[in-house]
């Protein structure tokens, strides 16, 4: 069964000559892979929404989140990526402690050979908006109308030049 990617909201994390990679951030977790992770897992499981499936392709378990302090790499600003153990152990960890500690853990990755995804997009296969980590970690199941209403405002600014307006131009 191939990789269906309608709707899909991808985070790019790596852009080089050799090709993109990147994780699917609204496909929740399979039953198998919140069975897998709960044998994997030493601390509590956390919430079921914080884990999933980041695409087809194999890669290592990855956390993506909010806490520099754990961070191996930052994305942009305000979004890190971990991949050691002991830091996604804490980030568990935190949610419990913590009642808004941004995380997702992600099995799983895409990617593109170099040029493709380039081509999908001179296409208009995929729309383009910031990975500005309020909507990275917004409700999965929303992600997607809220990355579109996204790209409609970001669209919509510059075509116009205008960077603030009102939710409801009729009361402009």
Request: proline fraction near 5%; charged fraction near 20%; avoid cysteine.
């Amino acid at each position: 069964m191939g990789f269906a990617h309608g709707r899909t909201v991808v985070l790019v994390l790596q852009d080089s000559d050799e090709g993109i990679f990147g994780v699917v951030l609204n496909r929740p977790a399979t039953p198998d892979m919140l069975l897998a992770w709960q044998q994997l897992a030493d601390q509590p499981t956390f919430a079921a929404e914080r884990l999933v499936s980041g695409g087809p392709v194999q890669g290592p378990v990855l956390a993506l989140h909010s806490k520099q302090e754990l961070a191996e790499v930052e994305i942009q600003g305000g979004l890190f990526v971990s991949v050691q153990q002991n830091a996604i152990e804490r980030l568990s960890e935190l949610e419990l402690s913590e009642e808004n500690s941004a995380f997702r853990i992600v099995l799983g990755a895409v990617n593109w050979e170099s040029g493709k995804l380039q081509h999908e997009l001179d296409q208009g296969s995929w729309f383009v908006v910031d990975g500005d980590p309020s909507l990275v970690f917004s409700d999965p199941t929303k992600l997607w109308e809220r990355s579109v209403r996204q790209y409609g405002a970001d669209s919509i600014r510059s075509l116009t030049g205008i960077s603030q307006f009102p939710a409801d131009p009729l009361l402009n």
